[in-house]
């Protein structure tokens, strides 16, 4: 298999009739994917979502795709193809229209009727046409067809490229269930079609790729679930992504069931089931739905709450319930129910969060414990299925974390395709489709932008290198006053530490130590006060690593008179 190389080099020019295939996200890791494709001077975009950040990125609300390399050719851009509505697909789009606000967006109606009530909180209008599956349309060079697949989410695609360079079939997330909520299965039907047609490079999800056999259907969910309701003693609040729609619809079966009653908690929930039941993706049973502020009327044992959260988010509701500072409590009786998979890189805060539900006293029920959620990933004999029925001359695994891309490409070789026509990428590096070849041609800057609070782009690593301090090591500040003419420390020097156990005597014995370094800089007669400061961290750094075995964050100052 073609391993992307830590020395690749800026890619050469695009040759004549050949087609450039550029991950800016989600190859590498699970989430912001984004891919860019090049061919006859224009680039078309499928997918712009976000990556949410784990507990060494304090302080980072989500993180975005690296818009670098298409900025200065952003007037190239023929369209945006969204293969559907979650937010590591979608949820990056408003900062990409940042750039140019005209560029059309391509994608069903679920999906566009999502990513368009976000883009209004962000006071964006965009250009939206709604495709379906089957139908084919032609944006600049881009000869696109859209093919139905099933997922987590209803309404997603798959998308066939054409280009006179050769044809990409880019799957989306997707699975093989039979027995879907909602009827749509995937059309393995057009998949043999375009098989037949030739694929010469079929991007296939990675998430699944370790996991053996096929992904349980949705539909084992709802007996499981509505065990678990009739069990339920007390109050039932289930978390689950605020655009799940299908799970949102098996807790409201189960609820009407039971005679109870459901409030959506968190505004993406609402925003979301409000515009899926608008449209016909929800079905809600008459008289079930209750509105939030009207929940207390309502006895514990007859209520459910469907709210966000089950990644262990700080600031959604479920996260807010277990800390004790949201308005809905829970306590004993009460059941929990986490109803979607585990994002890797979630585990700490997810159990935090279940930890500090147990300790209100409620039952948690989670996927360790019950079959209360199921993949919408295609794990191995689905993913072994596809490639036999679409026969691609190459194959790029996309969507994972290297180790699921490794699996997706060496399930691609099982099937027959020689190894050389597996390409593995990570988010950067560049492949070109050319002659029925896909290679790698070398690679682009694509770093993570991260946005945090009205901030995008202007957090960098180093900063958060400087958080995490703070945070795991504390803060010392040592102030003091010198006479530059004497070189004599005439006021302190003073220390304050912040985030430390020790008592602020501790740090008694090495003032003198600080005392004699800064007179030593100072007696030279041409020291700056930059030097002093630096003499300050010196002496402070070394006393408090060998003396207490931390490396806080030091902050020197030093006046002169």
């Known amino acids: 298999m073609s391993n992307p190389h830590p020395e690749l080099t800026r890619p050469p020019a695009l040759a004549k009739g050949a087609m450039r295939i550029v991950p800016l996200g989600g190859l590498g890791e699970v989430g912001r994917n984004m891919t860019v494709f090049e061919y006859d001077g224009k680039l078309l975009i499928v997918d712009c979502g976000v990556l949410f950040p784990e507990e060494h990125q304090p302080g980072v609300d ?69 495709v379906a599956e089957d139908e084919r349309v032609t944006k600049g060079p881009f000869d696109l067809e859209f093919v139905a697949v099933n997922h987590s989410i209803p309404d997603a695609l798959a998308v066939m490229i054409r280009t006179g360079a050769g044809s990409v079939l880019h799957t989306g997330d997707f699975k093989m269930d039979q027995l879907p909520l909602d009827g749509r299965i995937t059309d393995l039907r057009a998949f043999a079609r375009l098989g ?27 007996s499981v679930l509505d065990q678990v309701f009739g069990q339920a003693e007390g109050q039932i609040v289930v978390a689950s992504f605020a655009s799940h729609v299908h799970r949102v619809q098996q807790v409201l079966d189960a609820a009407a069931l039971h005679g109870r009653r459901v409030a959506l908690v968190g505004r993406s929930m609402i925003r979301n089931m409000g515009i899926a039941a608008d449209l016909g993706y929800l079905t809600v049973p008459p008289g079930v739905l209750i509105d939030q502020k ?17 990644q262990g988010e700080p600031m959604a509701a479920l996260s807010r319930i277990a800390n004790r ?3 809905v409590d829970v306590g004993p009786g009460d059941t929990v129910i986490f109803a979607s998979s585990l994002i890797p890189g979630n585990e700490n805060s997810v159990f935090r ?28 004999g689905e993913l072994l299925y596809c490639y036999n029925i679409v026969q691609p001359k190459n194959v790029m695994p996309v969507h994972g974390e290297i180790r699921h891309l490794v699996a997706n490409g060496a399930l691609a070789v099982r099937t027959g395709l020689p190894a050389e026509r597996v390409v593995l990428a990570e988010d950067g590096v560049v492949v070109d489709l050319a002659g029925g070849r896909a290679k790698i041609a070398g690679q682009v800057e694509c770093g993570y932008v991260y946005v945090d609070g009205s901030s995008v782009g202007e957090v960098t690593e180093t900063e958060l290198k400087d958080r995490r301090i703070l945070g795991e090591e504390g803060f010392i500040s040592i102030f003091a006053v010198v006479d530059r003419q004497h070189g004599t420390v005439v006021v302190g020097p003073h220390i304050e530490a912040r ?26 007669g041409n020291a700056d006060t930059h030097q002093m400061q630096q003499a300050m961290r010196r002496v402070v750094g070394r006393w408090v690593s060998r003396r207490l075995r931390r490396s806080p964050m030091i902050m020197p100052t030093v006046v002169e008179v």
């Open 62 to 130: 989500v993180i975005l795709p690296d818009f670098s390399y298409i900025e200065d050719r952003i007037d190239d851009v023929v369209a945006v193809v969204l293969t559907h509505g979650h937010e590591d697909h979608i949820g990056a789009v408003p900062y990409l229209l940042r750039l140019r606000g005209d560029i059309p967006l391509l994608g069903s109606r679920l999906t566009l009727a999502f990513i368009e009530a976000k883009l209004r909180e962000h006071r964006l209008t965009p250009q939206l046409q709604v």
């Open 196 to 222: 037949e047609e030739g694929v010469d490079l079929f991007m296939t999800d990675s998430t699944n790729a370790e996991v053996p056999g096929f992904t349980a259907p949705e539909r084992d969910i709802g």
């Open 294 to 310: 009207n929940i207390d009327s309502i006895p514990a044992q007859d209520r459910v709450l469907m709210a966000t959260g089950s």
């Open 325 to 327: 500072n949201h308005k």
């Open 353 to 380: 969060v279940i930890n500090g539900l147990m300790r209100l006293g409620a039952k948690v029920v989670h996927q360790s414990n019950a079959k209360v959620h199921v993949s919408g990933h295609a794990s191995a």
């Open 499 to 524: 985030g430390m156990a020790e008592a602020p005597a501790v740090f008694d014995g090495i003032l003198p130590d600080v005392t004699a370094a800064l007179e030593e800089v100072a007696a030279r």
